[in-house]
Each structure stands twice: as C-alpha cells, then as structure tokens.
C-alpha cells in the first residue's frame, strides 16, 4: 500500500518562492509516475508537473513551464516542487499522486496526498 503525503505549503508574496515535499511511503516504486496537481478556488483539479520514478524527462503544464521544477530523491522515497516566481494564480492546495502512466489526466492516478495549501497575496 502507498501513501503520499505533502509538506511545504504556506503563504508567500508574488515573485517568492516555495519548495513542496511529498514523502512516499509502502512500495512508491511500485508504480512508475509521479506528479504534482492542483486545485484553486472554484476551479477543477489541473495538471502541475509529474516525472518517472526511474529517470526520463519530467513534463510541465505551459502555466508553470520556466518557473516550477519537480524533482526526486529517490533514495529518500520523495518527490518535489521547488516554485518560483510564485503568481497569485498559483494560490491553490498542491497534491501529488502516483500512478503507472505518463500522462497528465489526474484520473490514471490512484494514490493522492491529502494536499497542502499555497497562498501567494501580496
């Protein structure tokens, strides 16, 4: 059984920066991708980052493309999300999520965090 779990959020003025953790716990190799969603306000769940376990290129949503970097240690079973030049737009709960495909449906992805909250107010 995998359980994820996220650290890391907090408030932060425009322009700042922040650094999400996701420690995985169980056999987090048992599956293959691992990635970063959010949701703000109102909105839907939307794609943020995600990166294959074993190595390969990591792939990016256009809003976050040049300003977030996801990242992993896989030793340490964790996974991250150095942002920066945080926008007000980026305020939202930050998941991240495992799953077996490549993909950045947040659907193919069967084990979520319970999310951390990013506030990004001037």
């Known amino acids: 059984q995998v359980h994820m779990e996220e650290s890391g959020g907090g408030s932060v003025q425009p322009g700042g920066s922040l650094r999400l953790s996701c420690a995985a716990t169980?056999?987090?190799?048992?599956?293959?991708?691992f990635a970063w969603f959010r949701q703000g306000p109102g909105k839907e769940r939307e794609f943020v980052a995600l990166?294959?376990?074993?190595?390969?290129?990591?792939l990016y949503a256009d809003s976050v493309k040049g300003r977030f970097t996801i990242s992993r240690d896989n030793p340490k079973n964790t996974l991250y999300l150095q942002m920066d030049s945080l926008k007000t737009e980026d305020t939202a709960v930050y998941y991240c999520?495992?799953?077996?495909?490549?993909?950045?449906?947040?659907?193919?992805?069967?084990?979520w965090g319970q999310g951390t909250q990013v506030t990004v107010a001037s």
């Open positions: 990166v294959r376990w074993h190595g390969g290129s990591a």
């Open positions: 169980g056999r987090p190799y048992s599956r293959s991708v």
């Open positions: 999520a495992v799953g077996t495909q490549y993909t950045s449906d947040h659907s193919a992805y069967d084990v």
